[in-house]
């Protein structure tokens, strides 16, 4: 099991920029893939929507096409820890969100790291709200 704390939430205006962070501990996160996800206040955990996604050791990145060019996900192997720097922030993009883990060392299920049930570790989340 790995356990995920995410960080770096709040208030923004829009056109912000913001930076989460999602510290990993209990497993090395180099056989996983580690996603970021959101749910907005009016959606329910099942409508969790996939923002990035990053292999802990490959680096490989994979995005939401309407996300991909203002966020941008990384890892930093030596503290277990994964980013999502958001840029250009928009009301809409008002969410908790959350960062995820699922053990697969070759990368076999790549294709399906946008499915929130790929994944057996969950944070807390952190809440995001973007308002003037």
């Known amino acids: 099991q790995v356990v995920l704390v995410e960080s770096g939430g709040g208030l923004v205006q829009p056109g912000d920029s913001l930076r989460l962070s999602c510290a990993a501990s209990?497993?090395?996160?180099?056989?996983?893939?580690m996603g970021w996800f959101r749910q907005a206040p009016v959606k329910e955990r099942e409508e969790r929507e996939f923002v990035a996604a990053v292999h802990g050791s490959a680096g490989s990145t994979f995005y939401s096409d309407s996300l991909k060019g203002r966020f941008t996900i990384s890892r930093d192997y030596a503290k277990n820890t994964v980013y999502l720097e958001m840029k250009s922030l928009k009301p809409e993009d008002t969410a908790v969100y959350y960062c995820a883990a699922v053990r697969d060392p070759y990368q076999r299920y790549s294709g399906s790291y946008h499915l929130p049930d790929l994944y057996d570790d969950w944070g807390q989340g952190t809440p995001v709200t973007v308002s003037s």
């Open positions: 209990g497993r090395s996160f180099g056989s996983y893939c």
